[in-house]
């Protein structure tokens, strides 16, 4: 039986169901810039833990305002004053909810505006599809504040930067923004408009697709990204044995076998 999600019972994420499948997720402490306490881990932990098997087709994660995401709520953590053990596991949760997202099945598209930095950056980097517009700029200031990343930075955007970037960027507090930021991978589309409608059209052509098709897109990959060549082939070959004989990809088949799907044609 389908789980259900409920939006009213979320604080400071505002979820909005549409009726094609997709959701909207917002980060909605605009007056934080979107920086992610613990409370607001908890949810992203909740909804990405129940969005596979409630029906979810793809997810926009937004953020509120000027900014996608701040990163750590500074404040918190100040009055918080945690030992070493507490906050490890405050770590833990981040990892949580950011490995939901990659290895979830669900597509995640940021829509990304203004300050993606530290935590957000994390943030950002769980999700499939990153968009950014003119205002976006990227940072891992943790040097500076006398932190280190502790939600996946130096697995994630490791991946997406090379290390020597990475460890520049957390040395030196350097920010990347604009087309040197897209030409890196931080974000694989740059618009001039507005990062969510784009992230909004991804997503509803996203969700056409197969929902197996989709939930091994997002999820075998990285897995696989994990494992050795050897047995990354023979997990690819086992996904490509279940997913590519499904009985619902039968009529896209014949679609193609007749001609009337359309075909991939170059931009003209």
């Given at each position: 039986?389908?789980?259900?999600?409920?939006?009213?019972?979320?604080?400071?994420?505002?979820?909005?169901p549409r009726e094609d499948g997709i959701w909207i997720v917002t980060l909605n402490r605009p007056q934080k810039r979107n920086a992610l306490d613990l409370e607001t881990i908890e949810e992203l932990v909740r909804f990405f833990s129940d969005a596979p098997r409630a029906g979810v087709g793809a997810v926009v994660l937004a953020g509120a305002g000027d900014h996608f995401c701040a990163g750590l709520d500074?404040?918190?953590?100040?009055?918080?004053?945690?030992?070493p053990a507490d906050f490890m596991h405050v770590c833990l949760r981040w990892h949580e909810a950011f490995n939901k997202m990659e290895y979830g099945g669900v597509p995640v598209i940021a829509a990304l505006q203004g300050a993606v930095v530290g935590g957000g950056l994390e943030l950002a980097s769980s999700a499939h599809v990153r968009v950014m517009d003119p205002s976006t700029y990227f940072a891992l200031p943790e040097g500076q504040r006398g932190l280190f990343t502790g939600g996946g930075a130096t697995i994630r955007v490791t991946d997406l930067v090379g290390k020597s970037r990475m460890i520049d960027m957390m040395l030196t507090g350097r920010v990347y923004q604009g087309q040197e930021a897209h030409d890196l991978g931080l974000a694989q589309y740059i618009v001039e408009g507005s990062s969510y409608d784009k992230a909004l059209e991804l997503a509803e052509r996203v969700a056409q697709n197969l929902p197996l098709s989709n939930f091994a897109i997002c999820s075998a990959v990285s897995h696989m990204q994990?494992?050795?060549a050897l047995d990354a082939a023979y997990a690819e070959a086992v996904v490509a044995g279940v997913v590519n004989t499904q009985p619902e990809a039968r009529a896209r088949l014949a679609a193609f076998a007749d001609k009337s799907a359309a075909r991939v044609r170059p931009k003209s």
């Open positions: 039986m389908p789980l259900t999600i409920d939006p009213d019972s979320f604080r400071n994420l505002k979820i909005e500074l404040i918190e953590h100040h009055d918080a004053d945690r030992s994990n494992m050795s």
